[in-house]
T-cell receptor
Framework: SQTIHQWPATLVQPVGSPLSLECTVEGTSNPNLYWYRQAAGRGLQLLFYSVGIGQISSEVPQNLSASRPQDRQFILSSKKLLLSDSGFYLC?????????????FGDGTRLSIL | GNSVTQMEGPVTLSEEAFLTINCTYT??????LFWYVQYPGEGLQLLLKATKADDKGSNKGFEATYRKETTSFHLEKGSVQVSDSAVYFC????????????FGKGTLLTVNP
C-alpha cells in the first residue's frame, strides 16, 4: 500500500531563517505531488504541484519554492522566512496519468515563525 | 473555472442527531467529487468519493450522492458521534492535464455528548 511521510511535524523558526520541508511517498511510481498551506482558519491554498521529476508548477507567487529531485520526493524551501509564512503545510500525492483520482495527504507540518 | 461552495458553519449538533452539510459545485466536463475530513491537528483524510452522476459514495456511516441536475454533493450521516467532530471539505477534480483539486472552504462540525 501507499504511504506518505512528511517531516518535521512541528517547526519553530526565526524570521529571516531558511526553510526545508520534506515529503516522500512510498508504494507508487511517478505520482503527482502537491504542497498546500492552511493558514489560520480552515481554507487550503495550493502552493505547488509536480507531475514529474524536475517539473514544478507554482500557483501563487511568494517567498517559497519547491523542488522534486527524485520521483517520490518533494521539498518545500525558503531562503528567508517571513512572519506571513506561518501556517500548516500539507503535502499530498495522487496517481499520475489517471483522471479523476483523489489526493492523499500527509500529516502536515506546523510552522511557526518568531 | 471550477468552484465549490459549501456551508461554512460552524455546525453544532448533539450526539445521535442527523447531519447534512451542503455542497454545490461549478465545473466544466464531468468532475469527480470528494469529501475529506480533517481531525484537529491532522492532515486531510479522504472520506468518500463519487465519479459519475447518481453515484453514491459511503464510508463510516457517511454518504453523499452525486447529483448532476442540481450540481450538488451533500454529505449526510444519520446519527453523529462525538468522534465525528472535525472539519469537512468538499472537493472536485475536473481532470485535465494537472489533476488539481478544487476545495470548498470547509465546515467545522462539533458534536456534543
Amino acid at each position: 500500500s501507499q504511504t506518505i511521510h512528511q517531516w518535521p511535524a512541528t517547526l519553530v523558526q526565526p524570521v529571516g531563517s531558511p526553510l526545508s520541508l520534506e515529503c516522500t511517498v512510498e508504494g507508487t511510481s511517478n505520482p503527482n505531488l502537491y504542497w498546500y498551506r492552511q493558514a489560520a482558519g480552515r481554507g487550503l491554498q495550493l502552493l505547488f504541484y509536480s507531475v514529474g521529476i524536475g517539473q514544478i508548477s507554482s500557483e501563487v507567487p511568494q517567498n517559497l519554492s519547491a523542488s522534486r529531485p527524485q520521483d517520490r520526493q518533494f521539498i518545500l524551501s525558503s531562503k528567508k522566512l517571513l512572519l506571513s509564512d506561518s501556517g500548516f503545510y500539507l503535502c499530498a500525492w495522487s496517481v499520475g496519468g489517471v483522471r479523476n483520482q483523489p489526493q492523499h495527504f500527509g500529516d502536515g507540518t506546523r510552522l511557526s515563525i518568531l | 473555472g471550477n468552484s465549490v461552495t459549501q456551508m461554512e458553519g460552524p455546525v453544532t449538533l448533539s450526539e445521535e442527531a442527523f447531519l447534512t452539510i451542503n455542497c454545490t459545485y461549478t465545473a466544466t466536463g464531468y468532475p469527480s467529487l470528494f469529501w475529506y475530513v480533517q481531525y484537529p491537528g491532522e492532515g486531510l483524510q479522504l472520506l468518500l468519493k463519487a465519479t459519475k452522476a447518481d453515484d453514491k459514495g459511503s464510508n463510516k456511516g457517511f454518504e453523499a450522492t452525486y447529483r448532476k441536475e442540481t450540481t450538488s454533493f451533500h454529505l449526510e450521516k444519520g446519527s453523529v458521534q462525538v468522534s465525528d467532530s472535525a472539519v469537512y471539505f468538499c472537493a472536485l477534480n475536473s481532470g485535465g492535464s494537472n489533476y488539481k483539486l478544487t476545495f470548498g472552504k470547509g465546515t467545522l462540525l462539533t458534536v456534543n455528548p
